[in-house]
Nanobody
Framework: QLVESGGGLVQAGGSLRLSCASS????????MAWFRQAAGKEREFVAG????????YYGDSVKGRFTISKDNAKNTVYLEMNSLKPEDTAVYYC???????????????WGQGTQVTVSS
């Protein structure tokens, strides 16, 4: 029900835009979030957005560089990533739930993930 795309290989300082297309009937009322998981590490909260896009929040490591947005007309949530660093390398996942939440254990709807690799 959630399909991520837009990942790839980029040099440090570059930009990528990830998309997450949802087929959930509840998308327009869903809160959405992006998480990432680097090899050998726990899943980390990246960014979240409430149902109408009016409230956004970010993990400390991406604040000021990443922007989350939600288009209810297109059933899609985006993650604009700028000034990328090698430490941003990870598999990025989108997730959905009824209300905003930073903890991954509280989500039970996940996409398959998209790989982002940032070279130095």
């Amino acid at each position: 029900q959630l399909v991520e795309s837009g990942g790839g290989l980029v040099q440090a300082g570059g930009s990528l835009r990830l998309s997450c297309a949802s087929s959930r009937p509840s998308f327009s009322s869903d809160a959405m979030a992006w998480f990432r998981q680097a090899a050998g590490k726990e899943r980390e909260f990246v960014a979240g957005i409430n149902w109408d896009g009016g409230i956004t929040y970010y993990g400390d490591s991406v604040k000021g560089r990443f922007t989350i947005s939600k288009d209810n007309a297109k059933n899609t949530v985006y993650l604009e990533m700028n000034s990328l660093k090698p430490e941003d390398t990870a598999v990025y996942y989108c997730a959905a739930r009824a209300t905003t939440e930073r903890r991954p254990a509280y989500y039970n709807r996940w996409g398959q993930g998209t790989q982002v690799t940032v070279s130095s």
